[in-house]
RNA sequence: GCGCCUGUAGCUCAGGUGGAUAGAGCAACUGCCUUCUAAGCAGUGGGUCGGGGGUUCGAGUCCCUCCAGGCGUGCCA
């Protein structure tokens, strides 16, 4: 929470506890209690701004009845030197305080004061943080997964910047291994089907249009000269041609949806680097690997796992979990972050226990390294789960989405839910233009305040600083939630960081724009008295920034008239 | 079999570290524009919080158990 509205709780608990103190010298509490309470901002206006359960946190500890303990800290409070009036004990046990019209002046004034940077905190200051998501397979097209993923990653990155952490946002390139050659494999045969060769892709080749399409580019290009080479030649050079175009395609349509990676890191460069070598060998130096069958095993029932696995094959090549091995490595020791989060789909939970054994065995990276699982998207039109294209009858890819659904939405939308949890895209809802759609809701109430401030200026009349009984004039209760709501902002963007859930501040975005609605309704700007005028002013300028603030961390459009 | 995730209104979902009468939006019905954008607001109806136990001043939230659905459990990635 901001530091303002700390101080203000902070005052107040101190305040509790001295009347805590007092109450028992006066022979009201059996003792001076000294257990922990909590303070909150209770969800029913009714029950105060702020409330704490100190007298049900103390009810065994004093051995008496919660309401007793609440009324005579009622008694004692002092409530000078803090925002609140007033203090009263409420139902089983509350103590409900009451603000001063002066909290809600010093807020706006500190949303205003603070600008920007409203919102923000320092708690992750010095940490340095690797954000590595989609990383796509380079093989093909990017599909639906990624594409939840890409809008989860990025926003997450902007939150974890926003609460003061040095963010690098990073692609890992699988450019090795077993699938490239597999992509090497089916290239071929598609190449040589273009010339006319009798070949079949076996089964576990990628049988996608896109290939084909590279084999023919590629025999556009250079003709039947890679025909009479050595197979493995060949294969190298079709992969060699291939896979840039595909990086580039995945970075094109990551730059469409307006996603911007600090590093680009390829899995190959960890063979080249002697990374993949090093780590193999520290872990026979552990003494937590063994040979069977020709293979090398790691002992990964020792930590935590159902059985061990194999991380060199029979045949001498490593298998796929230690280039990724190699590659945490490199993050937490070579370049040396502070923490790596990494967002991956749900089926590959197994994968992540699996890791974290390994970097626990070679003992690095402990707690340093995070998992983001996220839940299957289920795209759905008419009410019905879509899987295909509607053009072209394949699977959907990132690309169709970005060419049927406004960046804006599929940014807003695919950062509504919990990462953990299932969730259901409506895509008649992210296309229209109305009131359903939470991101023009949210868009529409900035577009209102620009116009009111527009039309204002046509009548000569603009924004100027309030002094603090000016501001006091906002005692509505619109304006008192409204302003609540704004004095949340820091909180929720701390608690999205730590549980890594930027839906926390798309979700803030909606009730702040909900919450400026109602006011809008009830209480006039224009044709008020000019120092109530200028309040509300006032009032409407944090709105307008906040929620501009935050659609623009999101890189969600943020227009001015709608 | 074992592990992880999910189960809250007809639908899509909120409900930090246990707190007051479980909340929004959509859909249905009823109102509100000669004054700042009606892409808005207000109101009405709608619930065995998957079931059952337990912990305590107090459980949608924590523990146990069962049910239903998704995913995982390769010398695939």
């Known amino acids: 929470?901001?530091?303002?509205?700390?101080?203000?709780?902070?005052?107040?608990?101190?305040?509790?506890?001295?009347?805590?103190?007092?109450?028992?010298?006066a022979g009201e509490l059996p003792q001076t209690p000294t257990g922990a309470f909590s303070m909150e901002v209770p969800a029913d206006r009714r029950?105060?701004?702020?409330?704490?359960?100190?007298?049900?946190?103390?009810?065994?500890?004093?051995?008496?009845?919660?309401?007793?303990?609440?009324?005579?800290?009622?008694?004692?409070?002092?409530?000078?030197?803090?925002?609140?009036?007033?203090?009263?004990?409420?139902?089983?046990?509350?103590?409900?305080?009451?603000?001063?019209?002066?909290?809600?002046?010093?807020?706006?004034?500190?949303?205003?004061?603070?600008?920007?940077?409203?919102?923000?905190?320092?708690?992750?200051?010095?940490?340095?943080?690797?954000?590595?998501f989609v990383s796509a397979n380079p093989t093909g097209p990017m599909h639906m997964g990624n594409a939840r993923g890409g809008a989860l990653g990025d926003c997450l990155a902007t939150v974890l910047e926003a609460v003061g952490y040095e963010v690098e946002r990073e692609f890992y390139v699988n450019d090795?291994?077993?699938?490239?050659?597999?992509?090497?494999l089916s290239l071929d045969i598609r190449y040589r089907q273009h010339f006319g060769d009798v070949v079949e892709l076996p089964e576990d080749a990628y049988y996608g249009a896109d290939i084909t399409q590279r084999a023919q580019d590629f025999a556009a290009v250079y003709g039947d000269s890679?025909?009479?080479?050595?197979?493995?030649?060949?294969?190298?050079?079709?992969?060699?041609?291939?896979?840039?175009?595909?990086?580039?395609?995945?970075?094109?349509?990551?730059?469409?949806?307006?996603?911007?990676y600090d590093n680009w890191f390829y899995e190959s460069s960890l063979y080249k680097n002697g990374e993949v070598d090093r780590v193999i060998a520290l872990l026979k130096e552990s003494g937590n690997t063994y040979e069977q069958d020709g293979a090398l095993w790691f002992k990964a029932t020792q930590f935590g796992c159902d059985k061990d696995f194999v991380?060199?094959?029979?045949?001498?090549?490593?298998?796929y979990i230690v280039p990724d091995i190699a590659y945490h490595y490199n993050k937490l020791v070579t370049r040396g972050f502070h923490r790596a989060i990494d967002i991956l789909g749900a089926d590959h939970h197994g994968y992540t226990l699996r890791l974290h054994a390994v970097l626990n065995a070679l003992k690095i990276g402990e707690g340093r390294l995070d998992f983001v699982l996220m839940?299957?998207?289920?795209?759905?039109?008419?009410?019905?789960?879509?899987?295909?294209?509607?053009?072209?009858?394949?699977?959907?890819?990132?690309?169709?989405?970005?060419?049927?659904?406004?960046?804006?939405?599929?940014?807003?939308?695919?950062?509504?839910?919990?990462?953990?949890?299932?969730?259901?895209?409506?895509?008649?809802?992210?296309?229209?233009?109305?009131?359903?759609?939470?991101?023009?809701?949210?868009?529409?109430?900035?577009?209102?305040?620009?116009?009111?401030?527009a039309r204002l200026a046509e009548d000569g009349i603009a924004?100027?600083?309030?002094?603090s009984e000016e501001l006091a004039l906002l005692r509505a209760p619109e304006e008192r939630e409204l302003i609540t709501l704004l004095a949340a902002l820091t909180g929720e963007i701390a608690e999205a960081a730590r549980c890594y859930d930027p839906a926390r501040v798309t979700r803030?975005?909606?009730?702040?724009?909900?919450?400026?609605?109602?006011?809008?309704?009830?209480?006039?700007?224009?044709?008020?008295?000019?120092?109530?005028?200028?309040?509300?002013?006032?009032l409407c300028a944090c709105v307008r920034d906040v929620l501009r603030n935050l659609m623009q961390m999101f890189k969600i459009d943020v227009p001015e008239k709608m």
């Open 1 to 25: 929470m901001s530091q303002l509205v700390q101080r203000a709780q902070e005052q107040i608990r101190q305040a509790i506890e001295a009347a805590a103190q007092r109450a028992a010298q």
């Open 47 to 132: 029950n105060g701004d702020l409330s704490s359960n100190a007298a049900m946190a103390w009810t065994r500890e004093l051995r008496q009845p919660p309401r007793k303990t609440a009324e005579a800290l009622a008694r004692h409070i002092d409530l000078t030197g803090t925002y609140s009036l007033r203090c009263e004990a409420a139902g089983a046990g509350f103590l409900n305080f009451y603000y001063g019209d002066s909290y809600y002046a010093d807020i706006v004034a500190d949303v205003l004061d603070k600008g920007d940077q409203y919102g923000r905190s320092t708690i992750g200051a010095g940490q340095r943080v690797l954000v590595e």
């Open 176 to 184: 090795g291994g077993n699938q490239i050659e597999k992509f090497g």
């Open 226 to 260: 890679y025909l009479s080479c050595d197979e493995k030649e060949r294969r190298a050079a079709l992969v060699a041609f291939a896979l840039p175009k595909n990086v580039e395609e995945i970075h094109r349509n990551l730059e469409r949806y307006r996603i911007e």
């Open 311 to 319: 991380i060199v094959r029979a045949n001498g090549f490593p298998t």
């Open 375 to 453: 839940q299957m998207v289920n795209l759905m039109r008419g009410g019905e789960a879509v899987r295909m294209s509607k053009r072209t009858g394949k699977s959907l890819t990132l690309e169709d989405l970005l060419d049927e659904i406004p960046i804006d939405a599929l940014r807003f939308m695919f950062n509504m839910r919990d990462p953990g949890a299932p969730m259901d895209f409506d895509l008649d809802l992210a296309i229209e233009k109305s009131s359903q759609n939470p991101v023009y809701y949210c868009q529409y109430a900035h577009a209102r305040i620009c116009s009111l401030f």
């Open 463 to 467: 924004r100027r600083s309030c002094s």
């Open 508 to 538: 803030y975005c909606t009730e702040l724009a909900g919450q400026f609605h109602r006011f809008y309704n009830v209480c006039r700007v224009k044709g008020e008295a000019e120092p109530l005028m200028q309040a509300r002013l006032s």
